[in-house]
């Protein structure tokens, strides 16, 4: 009785008005309320890597105003917002509370759900190289795993934990691959545990993050940077490139289940 419902269908344009007015309902009864003139704050609800526009992200502002030239930090990215585009694909130079727009300008692609807040620029930085630099630390460094000889390890009772670092080319095929993995946790000898998932192409803070944690890293219709490719090598961290969902969880699977895996494993790449 808590949640409001209403049979909406955008193609046949029926109980739209409905929606709106329980909407508005809702935010009556609630006293949802946000002042326009303070520092924006949001939440970011999609983010990518796009050719020739670089770090795009889809923020929801729930407070104050986001304007062209803020400084921003948002989870472990920063940035000042260089452009915005409204939902309507125009060009747009402010945004208030309950606009959603993409902004353009950060240093690296956020996670969905990571908070914006406008600071000053250095604040900003200093806030986001502080949270990665705690990410990174909090990890624990050990013996290197690979799917070719993770069998061998859990035998050995070496591991119990399979970490995985995911990267992907948009932030619902990051989504999708993650659930996916945790859903093979019916294994009692091992564990998979995400450590970090993003968009983009696997770089150098990955492999980093990868070797501190003893993860592997799948990427899913993304490559590795050449540093990222030259750093693995000497940290012996190993990266899996995916075109397919399945054939990334069928290798895990078959990581956990035994070592027969490895000509195929192979063989794909």
Excluded: W
Excluded at 184 to 190: F, Q, R, S
């Amino acid at each position: 009785g808590e949640v409001l419902d209403v049979e909406v269908s955008a193609k046949a344009r029926t109980n739209l008005d409905k929606l709106l007015e329980t909407i508005l309902l809702q935010a009556e009864v609630l006293d949802l309320k946000a002042n326009p003139e303070r520092a924006a704050q949001g939440t970011v609800v999609e983010s990518k890597m796009e050719k020739g526009r670089g770090t795009v992200a889809t923020v929801l502002v729930q407070n104050g105003t986001l304007r062209i030239g803020d400084s921003v930090v948002c989870g472990t990215t920063y940035g000042k917002v260089r452009a915005m585009v409204d939902d309507r694909g125009n060009n747009v130079k402010k945004a208030g509370p309950s606009v959603p727009v993409e902004i353009l300008g950060l240093n690296d692609v956020p996670a969905a759900g990571d908070v914006l807040a406008v600071l000053e620029e250095k604040q900003a930085r200093s806030i986001a190289e502080a949270r990665v630099e705690r990410q990174r630390t909090n990890l624990i460094k050990s013996k290197k795993v690979s799917l070719d000889d993770l069998f061998q390890q859990i035998q050995e009772g070496e591991i119990k934990d399979l970490n995985i670092v995911v990267k992907a080319d948009v932030q619902g095929s990051v989504e999708a691959l993650c659930g996916s993995l945790l859903k093979l946790n019916k294994n009692d000898e091992v564990r998979v545990s995400i450590v970090h998932s993003g968009v983009g192409a696997v770089n150098e803070t990955d492999v980093m993050l990868a070797s501190a944690s003893n993860a592997i890293i799948i990427a899913f219709n993304v490559r590795p940077d050449a540093n990222a490719s030259k750093v693995a090598d000497n940290e012996d961290v190993d990266i899996r490139t995916y075109r397919v969902i399945y054939d990334a969880l069928n290798d895990v699977k078959d990581a956990m289940r035994s070592e027969e895996h490895t000509s195929e494993l192979q063989s794909r790449q």
